[in-house]
């Protein structure tokens, strides 16, 4: 089957820095997205990953390895407005078709 | 540009009813795929259109539909409202073959069945 693995919650200190893996088992992998989410807002795009390695953007960066089916989010200086959900998505090819399965995302408190 | 827009905002409907919801991709975006959203159960992908053909479905009851216009403006209908269908109710569209690009998400609807 599909499945995506992440932590529940966790919390973490400003200025500190904060790793938040997500473990997937699915066929036909084609890319893992991450997302961020605040209370009551949409989710909005943070990061995309197709190949193994580190892809860095400002204070966020994004490790993929396919052949363990892992990836984490990193996110450095951490600041309040990072209290957030975190969501990892992994893009899956099912014959013609391409779907994208959600994990349940982390919930993240960074205190002061 | 402006994003992704859905309407009505917020909602409140009785058990057995039906209800529509609406959602206008960003301008030039082709796919629209829905999604609903609870604590427990997470981002659960309704289905996905593109050109207004439904492209992929997911493991909804019938009660939900959903179709797509020629202007790529979406809507989902639930017929036969339950409980269990209070949620928050998410639109995402992408620019060019979906099932996959970069999702740009409207601020959902958020549908109470009292």
């Known amino acids: 089957g599909q499945n995506i693995d992440q932590p529940t919650e966790m919390t973490a200190t400003e200025g500190a820095i904060v790793q938040i893996n997500c473990t997937y088992q699915?066929?036909?992998?084609?890319?893992l997205f991450w997302y961020q989410q605040h209370a009551g807002e949409a989710p909005t795009f943070l990061s995309y990953?197709?190949l193994d390695g580190l892809e860095e953007k400002g204070r966020f960066s994004s490790f993929l390895s396919r052949s363990k089916g892992y990836s984490y989010l990193l996110l450095k200086e951490l600041q309040m407005k990072d209290s957030a959900s975190y969501l990892c998505a992994v893009r899956a090819n099912a014959g013609n078709n391409r779907k994208l399965i959600w994990g349940l995302g982390t919930s993240l408190a960074v205190n002061p | 540009k402006a994003g992704v827009t859905q309407t009505p905002r917020y909602l409140i409907k009785t058990r057995g009813q039906q209800v529509t919801l609406s959602c206008s991709p960003i301008?030039?975006?082709?796919?629209v795929s829905w999604y609903q959203q609870t604590p427990g159960q997470g981002l659960q992908f309704l289905f996905e259109y593109f050109s207004e053909t439904q492209r992929n479905k997911g493991n909804f009851p019938g009660r939900f539909s959903g179709r797509q216009f020629s202007n790529s403006r979406s809507e989902m209908n639930v017929s036969t409202l339950e409980l269990g269908d209070s949620a928050l109710y998410l639109c995402?569209?992408?620019?060019?073959?979906?099932?996959?690009?970069?999702?740009?998400f409207g601020p959902g609807t958020r549908l109470t069945v009292t």
């Open positions: 699915t066929s036909g992998f084609n890319g």
């Open positions: 301008s030039g975006h082709r796919s």
């Open positions: 990953n197709v």
């Open positions: 995402a569209s992408t620019p060019g073959g979906g099932g996959g690009y970069e999702q740009y």
